[in-house]
């Protein structure tokens, strides 16, 4: 075996900081374990999470590949010892507990997923990460049903992109969402927003309080955080949820919780990386059955949108396009 069969290119962040930290290196190839496959990335997604681990506020699990990346499609290289159902040459997306920024990645068998028929890899790359994160809130914690009103936060992003499309194709709306400026209010709307509130221009509590004749929404997906928790509250009708992924603008506010007792309201929140190997197994079995079909039954209606794509050595081109916050739907990095 030459030296070129063990090692390979990734995405070092050092200690962490600014984007600037992030360079391209040589280190060991990953090895699988029996239940793993190694990948051969093609493309890997890059999320908000990512940029957090870089600036040292998203350790990864001590078990898991201090390579930044949660989610990747390539081809299958190798296969674990107990490991059925994959070969080695098949195309697969998949969820990643880290080491997506490389040239090869392992992830555990049952957190990995074809490459829905009508996708290439690079739209796959897309996937694991947002739509995991949206079904296993949305729909599995929210217990979202067809006819439903939902209001997605941070609508352009790649979760917004995803929960609006997802929302659109299991029958839920209206769909309203929020973002920061008309490009992006009619992005939203081309993907099946009912109504796209700017928060720059309008209080959307109140927005949402005129939308629905004072009814409320029965979902909200949030991301914000601190300075949204009471206005959530106020957006949500009697019986409604809030899913909470995330709280990027603050965890702490004072709130005045008569509104959620009194309207039997359903605060849920959970994180996808810090779930166990099993519950990824069992959000990831969810998707193959319930939502991998409706790629090719509704073509249209269910595909990543693309904002831009970086070669892996320009992965910090990537962040810096993140944090800005300028782009709809998803950024991608080119590996292979």
Not at 135 to 150: D, L
Request: aromatic letters at 6%.
């Amino acid at each position: 075996m030459s030296i070129a069969d063990t090692t390979m290119h990734a995405i070092d962040h050092g200690g962490g900081g600014p984007p600037e930290v992030l360079r391209l290196t040589e280190m060991p190839r990953p090895v699988p374990g029996e239940r793993d496959l190694l990948i051969e990335v093609h493309y890997a997604g890059v999320n908000r999470p990512d940029v957090l681990q870089r600036s040292g506020k998203y350790p990864p699990p001590s078990d898991a590949s201090p390579v930044m990346g949660l989610e990747v499609a390539g081809r299958v290289v190798a296969v674990g010892a107990s490991v059925t159902g994959w070969s080695v040459g098949d195309a697969v997306c998949s969820l990643a507990p880290g080491g997506g920024y490389a040239e090869f990645c392992v992830v555990p068998a049952e957190h990995a997923l074809p490459v829905p028929e009508g996708l290439t890899l690079r739209e796959a790359a897309c996937l694991p990460e947002t739509f995991m994160t949206v079904w296993a809130n949305v729909f599995m914690r929210a217990q979202a049903r067809s006819g439903e009103s939902i209001l997605i936060h941070g609508g352009a992003s790649g979760i917004g992109s995803a929960a609006i499309q997802l929302a659109r194709v299991f029958g839920l709306g209206p769909v309203y969402v929020t973002c920061g400026d008309a490009r992006k209010q009619d992005y939203c709307r081309t993907l099946g927003a009912t109504e796209a509130i700017n928060y720059r221009q309008e209080d959307f509590a109140e927005r949402i309080r005129a939308l629905t004749g004072g009814g409320g929404v029965d979902i909200v997906l949030d991301m914000v955080g601190a300075p949204y928790f009471q206005r959530n509250l106020d957006c949500c009708a009697a019986d409604g949820r809030i899913a909470q992924i995330a709280f990027q603008q603050g965890a702490r506010a004072e709130l005045n919780l008569q509104g959620l007792m009194m309207k039997r309201l359903t605060w849920t929140g959970s994180t996808l990386r810090a779930r166990s190997r099993a519950h990824k197994a069992g959000i990831a079995a969810e998707l193959r059955t319930r939502v991998w079909p409706r790629f090719s039954e509704n073509p249209n209606a269910l595909r990543p949108h693309i904002h831009a794509e970086f070669p892996l050595a320009a992965a910090a081109e990537a962040h810096r396009m993140m944090e800005a916050g300028e782009h709809v739907g998803k950024i991608v990095l080119r590996v292979r």
